[in-house]
T-cell receptor
Framework: GDSVTQMEGPVTLSEEACLTI???????????LFWYVQYPGEGLQLLLK?????DKGSNKGFEATYRKETTSFHLEKGSVQVSDSAVYFC????????????FGTGTLLAVQP | KAGVTQTPRYLIKTRGQQVTLSCSPI?????VSWYQQTPGQGLQFLFE???????NKGNFPGRFSGRQFSNSRSEMNVSTLELGDSALYLC??????????????FGPGTRLTVL
């Protein structure tokens, strides 16, 4: 079945370090891919998305490129801040008659000053 | 534009009771989905409603049910609560057009604790 695999956390970085959170997926079709972020005590916020191969999603300095050949959607940021500390979820979704999102297990990012 | 709202934000119940959670989607959104988030199982899809009809259902027992009203507001109900039902319940809304770019926006969640 369809699934999303994320790198295990926690990921601990110093402020201004580079970030990569790996995400790979297994899908029978051509889904849209998403990164959501969850801050402590809150719901999920959409960070970025890509709807087709080679699309690059970007927001707030974060980027991810939809790589169909490697079935990946890795999240990157060149310089993290303490305020980026949160749990990051990779997810996929098909269009059509369902809005069901399939999530990865989430990766906790802790950024130290 | 107001975001997705969920009520109540926190709830404490005892085993065997039932509970009803409410979700108001973003204005103009016709699709509402529910997810359960637990430390052990992560984020799991419960069900989705569109125009008052259940469009998709996850792999949860029949104790979990939901409905959607004509104004797109949705409720989910859990009967005969078990300790394992303790979780954060998240609601998400979207236009529901079926277009692949349609994006879901999440509410802050309802934290349910079953004692």
């Amino acid at each position: 079945g369809d699934s999303v695999t994320q790198m295990e956390g926690p990921v601990t970085l110093s402020e201004e370090a580079c970030l990569t959170i790996n995400c790979t997926y297994t899908a029978t079709g051509y889904p849209s891919l998403f990164w959501y972020v969850q801050y402590p005590g809150e719901g999920l916020q959409l960070l970025l998305k890509a709807t087709k191969a080679d699309d690059k999603g970007s927001n707030k300095g974060f980027e991810a490129t939809y790589r169909k050949e490697t079935t990946s959607f890795h999240l990157e940021k060149g310089s993290v801040q303490v305020s980026d500390s949160a749990v990051y979820f990779c997810a996929l979704r098909y269009g059509g008659a369902t809005n069901k999102l399939i999530f990865g297990t989430g990766t906790l990012l802790a950024v130290q000053p | 534009k107001a975001g997705v709202t969920q009520t109540p934000r926190y709830l404490i119940k005892t085993r065997g009771q039932q509970v009803t959670l409410s979700c108001s989607p973003i204005s103009g959104h016709r699709s509402v989905s529910w997810y359960q988030q637990t430390p052990g199982q992560g984020l799991q899809f419960l069900f989705e409603y569109f125009s008052e009809t259940q469009r998709n259902k996850g792999n949860f027992p029949g104790r979990f049910s939901g409905r959607q009203f004509s104004n797109s507001r949705s409720e989910m109900n859990v009967s005969t609560l078990e300790l394992g039902d303790s979780a954060l319940y998240l609601c998400a809304s979207s236009l529901g057009t079926g277009v692949i770019a349609d994006t879901q926006y999440f509410g802050p969640g309802t934290r349910l604790t079953v004692l």
